[in-house]
T-cell receptor, first 114, second 114 residues
Framework: GAVVSQHPSRVICKSGTSVKIECRSLDFQATTMFWYRQFPKQSLMLMAT?????????EQGVEKDKFLINHASLTLSTLTVTSAHPEDSSFYICSARDDRKAQYFGPGTRLTVL | AQSVTQLGSHVSVSEGALVLLRCNYSSSVPPYLFWYVQYPNQGLQLLLK??????LVKGINGFEAEFKKSETSFHLTKPSAHMSDAAEYFC????????????FGKGTKLTVNP
């Protein structure tokens, strides 16, 4: 089956630093990837839609300058949390859509900002 | 706009008992509906999906769900719970127009008692 990986699985950083999270589709090409954020014991909230070769589309209320998304190839999208603060601590999950429009989710990245 | 309501943030059943997780949706367009399962600190795994074909959808691990348009419901059931079914379950809706944006419910945590 389709596999999506995320790296790193866990990251701890100091306040003010930037953190990059990678999302890869391992055995299929994904022109579209999605980035979600999940707070403890809450549901997933869509942050942005990442399209290969074009600018990401951000959901209302998501700061595009803080959460930089790059989808440089058909198998890789990256989310960079810039100038991270403790309130950015969360579980970030990506999904990748295949050519049959099915979405496959990555295992998530736990970000802790000290 | 689309939305999903999952009745009951926590459901507890005995091993071998029927599992029923409720999901009601709101959508102004014909919906696609999904059930996902999430184990602790992991991403989401698709259990099943409704995409306007058969109203009774069978998924993995013995789960099934029935789309009832008149009730705007898509409840998830399993005849006999296993200990391994203990997890968080999310119902999600997207439109059939192709945006593939998933709107998730708040989730239901299923506990299976021995």
């Amino acid at each position: 089956g389709a596999v999506v990986s995320q790296h790193p699985s866990r990251v701890i950083c100091k306040s003010g630093t930037s953190v990059k999270i990678e999302c890869r589709s391992l055995d299929f090409q994904a022109t579209t990837m999605f980035w979600y954020r999940q707070f403890p014991k809450q549901s997933l909230m869509l942050m942005a839609t990442s399209n290969e070769g074009s600018k990401a589309t951000y959901e209302q209320g998501v700061e595009k300058d803080k959460f930089l998304i790059n989808h440089a190839s058909l198998t890789l999208s990256t989310l960079t949390v810039t100038s991270a603060h403790p309130e950015d601590s969360s579980f970030y999950i990506c999904s990748a859509r295949d050519d049959r429009k099915a979405q496959y989710f990555g295992p998530g990245t736990r970000l802790t900002v000290l | 706009a689309q939305s999903v309501t999952q009745l009951g943030s926590h459901v507890s059943v005995s091993e071998g008992a029927l599992v029923l997780l409720r999901c009601n949706y709101s959508s102004s367009v014909p919906p696609y509906l999904f059930w996902y399962v999430q184990y602790p600190n992991q991403g989401l795994q698709l259990l099943l999906k409704y995409t306007s074909a058969a109203t009774l959808v069978k998924g993995i691990n013995g789960f099934e769900a029935e789309f009832k348009k008149s009730e705007t419901s898509f409840h998830l059931t399993k005849p006999s719970a296993h200990m391994s079914d203990a997890a968080e379950y999310f119902c999600a809706v997207s439109d059939q127009g192709g945006s593939e944006k998933l709107v998730f419910g708040k989730g239901t945590k299923l506990t299976v008692n021995p």
